[in-house]
């Protein structure tokens, strides 16, 4: 990644924080419905758990030969929500403790569409996407906004409550946000590259998992993190 590329992914991240900050003021915001946890203790072990196991499923999938590319990543995605699923439905658990809380759905779509169109507005592109875009663009973009959803639910909506529910909020936050990078790390490292040459990228995910963490956090569903993420990626992919 350029300099300015970098000088422009701390801008648009700078700006979500402020404009997730000023959203914070509004009472709907702040009344937002926070999961709680019986057993904090056991809950974060079994998100661990469920890390452990996708992480393994990572490895294998990208440790064979064609799985690549934006379709593989929606199939990991995918197979990787299943695990979390099966808790869900083994501990008897409602998927509003995994992110979707009907009562903050509202709060989270407001709050993805805003951070949406603000990395819209700071890519200059919005008036090429008001004239419209060719159909392979938008099916780009519901792809990217299922992998960005399944993998949000996961990490957002699964794993950080349970661990900032066991470890406290901010060590569980940044837990979090390691384990996400850690999680994109056999993907990184497919096809024999070098784990120096990953480190940069490795960085960037756990600031990116920092930055989702926290919409998360405040908008208390992950259709924020998600929606704004989907948009992130397919703004910067487009040609």
């Known amino acids: 990644m350029s300099s300015n590329e970098l000088i422009l992914l701390a801008a648009e991240y700078f700006g979500v924080i402020a404009v997730v900050m000023l959203l914070g003021l509004s009472p709907h915001v702040r009344n937002r419905r926070e999961v709680t946890f019986i057993y904090p203790r056991r809950e974060g072990l079994y998100a661990l758990t469920g890390f452990f196991v996708i992480f393994a499923l990572a490895v294998v999938y990208y440790g064979e030969p064609g799985n690549s590319g934006l379709r593989a990543s929606l199939i990991l995605a995918a197979l990787s929500a299943l695990p979390f699923i099966a808790l869900l439905f083994f501990r008897r658990q409602p998927v509003r403790s995994a992110g979707w809380n009907p009562a903050n759905l509202r709060m989270g779509l407001l709050v993805g569409l805003a951070l949406a169109i603000l990395v819209i507005f700071l890519s200059n592109r919005f008036n090429e996407i008001v004239r419209g875009l060719p159909p392979e663009q938008l099916t780009l973009l519901l792809t990217w ?54 480190l940069p990228e490795l960085g960037l995910a756990f600031i990116q998992g920092m930055v989702l963490g926290y919409v998360q956090r405040k908008s208390g569903s992950v259709l924020a993190p998600g929606l704004y993420r989907a948009v992130s990626t397919w703004i910067r992919l487009l040609p």
């Open 145 to 198: 906004l299922g992998i960005c959803l399944l993998e949000e639910s996961i990490f957002r909506g699964y794993i950080q409550p349970r661990l900032s529910a066991w470890l406290g909020d901010l060590p569980g936050w940044v837990l979090t946000a390691a384990l996400f990078a850690l999680w994109r790390l056999p993907m990184w490292l497919s096809g024999g590259r070098p784990l120096t040459a990953a």
